[in-house]
Nanobody
């Protein structure tokens, strides 16, 4: 059974950077497209970024384009989210997501096959 474990969250000031990591186990990581979502209190879960199996294609939500970068290391079974120029509105729980059936890019919650437990990111003004 697949397990996704996020790390790297924390409390930072506006303008700072953080890098989130998501370590996958329980299956062949390189067979799955991966992504990140976030959920702020009282709001719906929001798509942040996705990457295909070979790292050849990446996709971003409009609110993070130009500031966040998704990447993966298939040798380490890990997907990353580099977050730069953080803003208070980036405050949320960030979830790692695996695409359904491997090929499907997790760009909506309906396209997600498995979720991590989440890691809190708080950006102070």
């Amino acid at each position: 059974q697949v397990q996704l474990v996020e790390s790297g969250g924390g409390l930072v000031q506006a303008g700072a950077s953080l890098r989130l990591s998501c370590a996958a186990s329980g299956h062949t990581f390189s067979n799955y497209a991966m992504g990140w979502f976030r959920q702020a209190p009282g709001k719906e879960r929001e798509f942040v970024a996705a990457i295909n199996r070979s790292s050849g294609s990446t996709f971003y939500g409009n609110s993070v384009k130009g500031r966040f970068t998704i990447s993966r290391d298939n040798a380490k079974n890990t997907v990353y989210l580099q977050m730069n120029s953080l803003k208070p509105e980036d405050t949320a729980v960030y979830y790692c997501a695996e695409g359904k059936n491997g090929v499907v890019l997790p760009t909506t919650t309906q396209r997600v096959g498995s979720w991590g437990q989440g890691t809190q990111v708080t950006v102070s003004s």
